[in-house]
């Protein structure tokens, strides 16, 4: 079965400082790739999504996201936070063309929670 | 931009009463889904519907649980008896295509049992 893995459960940032929060996937067939953000009190929002093509994926708000697959990993970046970024940002991935499930079950990874001090 | 819209935002009920779970999904879309999360763990996928069935199903999702289209617009989730571990936030989502490329959550409901 797919399971993804956010390493880092929660991280804290000055603000200006660079993020990268990890993200890696288990699953050896074609895959479709998403980071989703929400900010306290609201609903998941897509930050941006990976299905083919440019391994290097560029998202809203300046975040961007690079993916590995000889590492099965797709890790959120932003060079510089801010303040208003603090939220919980979730890794989830479903099964790309061709895949057992077609449905787009999404599989989520358990969140990674960021705060920022301005 | 369209929305994905989930009634009430916060339920409280008693334990083994009956709730039912409101969703607007965006008008032109297809694929219907809920999810849940417990507080503090990650979101979970319940259930999946098209074609006003289900398509895929957790094994969450046991005889407890129910999905319905009763209309042109409305997609509900419905908990027969809530248990105390049903506590969670709900998501429903809808997709225009099978949902492999992403679509868009609802708000929530936060369902809390007593």
């Known amino acids: 079965a797919q399971s993804v893995s956010q390493h880092n459960h929660h991280v804290i940032l000055s603000e200006a400082a660079s993020l990268e929060l990890g993200c890696n996937y288990s699953y050896g067939g074609t895959v479709n790739l998403f980071w989703y953000v929400q900010y306290p009190g609201q609903h998941l929002q897509l930050l941006l999504k990976?299905?083919?093509?440019?391994?290097l994926v560029k998202g809203i708000k300046g975040f961007e996201a690079e993916f590995i697959k000889s590492k099965f990993s797709f890790n959120l970046r932003k060079p510089s936070v801010q303040w208003s970024d603090t939220a919980e940002y979730f890794c989830a991935v479903n099964d790309g063309p061709g895949g057992s499930s077609n449905t787009g079950k999404l599989i989520f990874g358990q969140g990674t929670t960021l705060q920022v001090k301005p | 931009e369209p929305e994905v819209t989930q009634t009430p935002s916060h339920q409280v009920t008693q334990m083994g009463q009956e709730v039912i779970l409101r969703c607007v999904p965006i008008?032109?879309?297809?694929?219907f889904y809920w999810y849940r999360q417990i507080l503090g763990q990650k979101v979970e996928f319940l259930v999946s519907?098209?074609?006003?069935?289900?398509?895929?199903k957790s094994e969450i999702f046991d005889d407890q649980f129910s999905v319905e289209r009763p209309d042109g617009s409305n997609f509900t989730l419905k908990i027969r008896s809530t248990k105390l571990e049903d506590s969670a936030m709900y998501f429903c989502a809808s997709s225009g295509g099978q949902g492999v490329y992403g679509y868009t959550f609802g708000s929530g409901t936060r369902l809390t049992v007593v």
């Open positions: 008008s032109n879309h297809l694929y």
């Open positions: 990976y299905f083919s093509g440019d391994p």
């Open positions: 519907f098209y074609n006003n069935e289900i398509s895929e």
